[in-house]
């Protein structure tokens, strides 16, 4: 029994943990800034570097337990976030800052290194898998400039780079995106391009339906009539064998003439002479006849149960 709880207990622990861990994959590491000088402050009031990572998944996500790392070439600083800390739940799609200040007795929120001294920077699960990371130079950071992920306005993919502006706990983008709606509204204020797109698509589509269906059309009827032409010519040849043989029978016999009435009567009851030669002439009438007997073993009175048994 004991045994069975402890393995019960073990996967759950196993569950729970692979739980955790799918949760951890939608963390990522949004915006960093290296050099601040007069930007966002600490909850003490200092200029420090930072780190915001970001929920991007549609749960809540507990980062408790997992690492931050930071590495120059061979040295590594990994500082552990700190458990049982309720801020360490990020929202579906939120965001958390960690504070680079190298003095991480300071609360949850401050690590034990700081990021003007390494050029890269990793969030890792509980098990220190890299979840995610990135990679900069500390002498190209400007000051009060952070660097993340933002859209490239010409290819629309997402990169890591330089940001227009600091974006703490909010989404990188600073500048209001313009629909593509709204452009073509833009293009086509009065609405005679979209209208005259949309009647040539539909149109379009029209006339391909019904090029397609005429084509289905009449290859199935050339199927049909070649299908057809074929049975025709096989019974055709079939007829014509019969009746030059016939012709021939004819020839050999004498010349060929119609049957009268009486020849073809003759032919009729042979035929059906011969049909009833095949087969048994059975009777379908029932006769039932009333018996009459005077005598009835049912009734007897010697099969009864009335005489004394045998001592």
Known sequence: MIMKRLLFLLGLSAICAAGRAQGLKDIRINEVLVDNRTSYVDDHGNHVGWVE?????YSNVNIGGAYLTVRRGDAARTYRIPKNDARTVIAP????????DSTSNRGTFHTNFVLD?????????QGRNVVDSVIYEVAAQLPDVSIGWTEDPETGCETFGVLEGITPMQANEITEKVQASEK????????????????TV???ALILLYLIFKNLGRAMTRAASASGGAKTAAANGGSGTTGTAMSGASAGGGASRELNGEEIAAIAIALRRYEEDLHDIESHVLTINRVARAYSPWSSKIYGLNNQPLR
């Open 202 to 204: 539909v149109f379009s």
């Open 117 to 125: 001294e390494t050029g890269y920077l990793a969030f890792l699960d």
């Open 93 to 100: 799609q939120g965001y958390v800052i960690f504070f680079a």
């Open 53 to 57: 990572l970001h929920n991007t998944g």
């Open 184 to 199: 073509f509204r833009l293009h086509d204020p009065s609405g005679v391009v979209m209208a005259l797109t949309a009647m």
